[in-house]
């Protein structure tokens, strides 16, 4: 019996040139990691069928259901600022997409599922610790409220994966409503192929930006869901890591979970990722870069929208959109429900005396107004000079202290994924263990409340439990 999806292939309708079709290449012995069931009812899909037999063969690659239509999407896009005119699903496939019982259209898509035309040097695979790692950080994120790809399934394949040594094989079945980037447009913009640039921002509209009509809508589109997506980022402290044009979709989800991290203690220039020698991607630069990865947007544009003066237009208002993005998410971190003059600079006189005292970032905001918020700082008298103008400025809005506490709590997450945790959940996951990581995952799918036994799993790295550098895992 194969397992039947309700499959509709909008993207596989597109010309050729937009893909290669091709099939997964099957594994040796799948076995089931993890399944997302409330995803799966989300999507309208049956997760007995998921994690029988045909399901998991499917999720592994090595069966492909009835009506689907794999293919590599090909895309290019600025790696570290060096345009790479021809990238592409290297290790991926998209399965096809299903239409959720609300109407919401989403890609399925196999990571780790073996070569395309696209792989350049790579095997096609992944290994388990970033199979791990994207299923437990972008569910954390979906979780958090914000806009991300999402993890349906992992299953390891039974092959071992040569890496920093060999490592164990494994498939993340991954969900987005729609994988087209940056990337995607520059693909085209760089072949001078019109056509297919039409066609892109028609498909794109369609799917992402319904009543828009034009590339410059599109444009606009974009930059304001960038805005607020960045402005959510920093609001918990993450740091992508990797925000090249190939990883910034169109849709606003985020996209990548590479070498990605979240703050411990806050720094404005801190930087994960083993390859960002620069600190291009350092967490306080990512408005920036989100600006500059818009601006090779509107240029790929630009054949379509025909008027410079527009498109730059559009992408002027990035900044104050990013602004007043960020007020709100900072606004609400501190408790306020108003907003005021000197709000902005009330947050970023806290951001910089954490930094100064080396604060976790996570934990002074879901701590303000308690001890622990105090306790966080070298100088705790740092922040009780802080702590006089916040508390003024909550009186100027009559917030009681039972308001005050209840707005912190939903505003700042107890509990996020933090790197040490992850790689614990992954060693523990090679050898076997998947205990820690069926518990971290539970524990970050209600951030905004902890329970007493996981308090654990908020807690700052020790010492020799700080991870100082992540990899992008390929
Ligand atoms: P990423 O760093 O994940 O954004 O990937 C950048 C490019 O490298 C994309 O075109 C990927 O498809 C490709 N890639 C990454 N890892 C592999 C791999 N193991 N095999 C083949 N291609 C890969
Ligand atoms: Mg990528």
């Known amino acids: 019996m194969s397992l039947d999806l309700p499959f509709d292939n909008s993207y596989g309708r597109l010309p050729e040139r937009f893909y ?14 993890a399944i997302n069931a409330p995803l799966a009812e989300r999507l309208g899909l049956d997760t007995a069928n998921l994690t029988s037999p045909d399901g998991i063969a499917v999720l592994a690659g090595n ?35 299903v239409v959720a019982p609300d109407g919401v259209r989403f890609d399925i898509q196999l990571k780790g599922s073996g070569p395309t035309p696209y792989s350049r040097m790579g095997d096609g695979r992944a290994w388990l610790g970033p199979v791990m790692r994207e299923y437990l950080v972008s569910e954390a994120m979906a979780a958090l409220g914000i806009p991300t790809t999402r993890a349906l399934a992992a299953v390891t394949t039974g092959e071992t994966v040569v890496r920093e040594g060999a490592m164990p094989g494994a498939v993340l079945t991954r969900i987005a409503t729609s994988h087209i980037r940056v990337g995607t447009f520059q693909f085209f913009a760089a072949r001078d192929d019109r056509d297919a640039l039409e066609a892109l921002v028609a498909h794109a509209l369609e799917r992402h930006y319904p009543g828009r009509t034009t590339a410059l809508e599109l444009l606009e589109g974009v930059i304001e869901r960038q805005a607020r997506l960045i402005a959510s980022w920093m609001g918990v402290g993450f740091v992508h890591g990797v925000m090249n044009t190939d990883n910034m979709t169109i849709s606003g989800e985020t996209i990548d979970y590479g070498p990605c991290a979240f703050l411990d203690s806050y720094h404005p220039m801190r930087v994960f990722s083993s390859i960002d020698h620069a600190g291009r991607y350092a967490y306080g630069r990512q408005p ?25 237009t559009a992408l002027d208002r990035f900044p104050e959109l990013f602004r007043s993005a960020w007020s709100g998410v900072f606004r609400a971190k501190l408790g306020l429900a108003t907003a005021e003059d000197g709000d902005d600079e009330l947050a970023r006189d806290l951001l910089d005396r954490m930094a100064d005292g ?47 506490a209840a707005r912190i709590a939903a505003a700042n997450p107890a509990v996020i994924p933090r790197t040490h945790r992850i790689e614990q959940a992954i060693q523990a996951g ?21 329970a007493r036994e996981n308090l654990d799993l908020t807690r700052a790295p020790l010492a020799d439990e700080i991870v100082p550098r992540t990899f992008c895992g390929t």
């Open 288 to 312: 920036d870069v989100a600006m500059w990865d818009l601006a090779q947007l509107a240029i790929s544009l630009l054949p379509l929208i025909g008027n410079t003066e527009q498109a730059q």
């Open 430 to 450: 090679v050898a076997g263990d998947f205990g820690p990581f069926t518990r971290l995952h539970k524990a970050l799918s209600t951030p905004y409340e902890i």
């Open 63 to 97: 069966s492909v259901p009835g009506g689907a239509d794999p293919l590599a999407q090909v895309y290019a896009g600025h790696q570290f600022g060096n345009f790479v005119p021809q990238l592409g699903d290297g290790r991926a496939l998209l399965l096809g997409e």
């Open 358 to 404: 080396q604060a976790d970032f996570t934990n002074t905001f879901r701590a303000l107004g308690t001890p622990a918020a105090r306790d966080e700082f070298l100088d705790p008298t740092a922040y009780d000079d802080w702590e006089a103008a916040w508390n003024a400025r909550l009186l100027s809005e009559g917030v009681t202290s039972v308001d005050r």
């Open 20 to 33: 290669t079709r091709l099939g997964p290449t099957p594994v040796s012995k799948p076995g089931l990691v």
